[in-house]
T-cell receptor, first 111, second 115 residues
Framework: AQSVTQLDSHVSVSEGTPVLLRCNYSSSYSPSLFWYVQHPNKGLQLLLKYTSAATLVKGINGFEAEFKKSETSFHLTKPSAHMSDAAEYFCVVRTGNQFYFGTGTSLTVIP | EAQVTQNPRYLITVTGKKLTVTCSQNMNHEYMSWYRQDPGLGLRQIYYSMNVEVTDKGDVPEGYKVSRKEKRNFPLILESPSPNQTSLYFC??????????????FGPGTRLTVL
């Protein structure tokens, strides 16, 4: 069975401090992994995608994620949070023809 | 502009009254999918389609139907809606489901309330 676990339902950081959103996945073979962001009352936007070309993946708006096969993790990071980063973040795994979403992490940025 | 469109954006209906939510993409994508989003549960895949006339169940297909008669359209049909189908629905499309083309593009969402 495939699944995605986002370890924190809520994360709160101060503006200018680092962001870490954690994601673990289970998959029977090397999956495609994604992070999507959903701003309030908006649709979903792709932040980044792991394609197996490199374990450190750079995305939009300064976000990056590192694929660690031994830990089955794909954590999302950003060196310095901005107020506009406040949103819901989803880790997604594709295995076969199906996509599996984590339950989401709500990021609050404190001014 | 490349996009996925959904209609209606908001819908309030009553139990048992058949409804259809339309989804259309203008990117010539082969893969299309429907999701529902519920608080604390993330997005769950309802149905997906690999191409015209090829559809398959996702994780939560009960109470839903789909069809893919044309490449650009993938309507979601609720034959007899029930209150537990009150949710936010998203349509998405991608070039394919293979590694090189599986980035999904999402529609704006349809908020459905079933009374």
């Amino acid at each position: 069975a495939q699944s995605v676990t986002q370890l924190d339902s809520h994360v709160s950081v101060s503006e200018g401090t680092p962001v870490l959103l954690r994601c673990n996945y289970s998959s029977s073979y090397s999956p495609s992994l994604f992070w999507y962001v959903q701003h309030p009352n908006k649709g979903l936007q792709l932040l980044l995608k792991y394609t197996s070309a490199a374990t450190l993946v750079k995305g939009i708006n300064g976000f990056e994620a590192e694929f660690k096969k031994s830990e089955t993790s794909f954590h999302l990071t950003k060196p310095s949070a901005h107020m506009s980063d406040a949103a819901e973040y989803f880790c997604v795994v594709r295995t076969g023809n199906q996509f599996y979403f984590g339950t989401g992490t709500s990021l609050t940025v404190i001014p | 502009e490349a996009q996925v469109t959904q209609n209606p954006r908001y819908l309030i209906t009553v139990t048992g009254k058949k409804l259809t939510v339309t989804c259309s993409q203008n990117m010539n994508h082969e893969y299309m999918s429907w999701y529902r989003q519920d608080p604390g549960l993330g997005l769950r895949q309802i149905y997906y389609s690999m191409n015209v006339e090829v559809t398959d169940k996702g994780d939560v297909p009960e109470g839903y139907k789909v069809s893919r008669k044309e490449k650009r359209n993938f309507p979601l049909i609720l034959e007899s809606p029930s209150p537990n189908q009150t949710s936010l629905y998203f349509c998405a499309s991608s070039v394919s489901s293979g590694r090189s083309g599986d980035t999904q593009y999402f529609g704006p969402g349809t908020r459905l309330t079933v009374l």
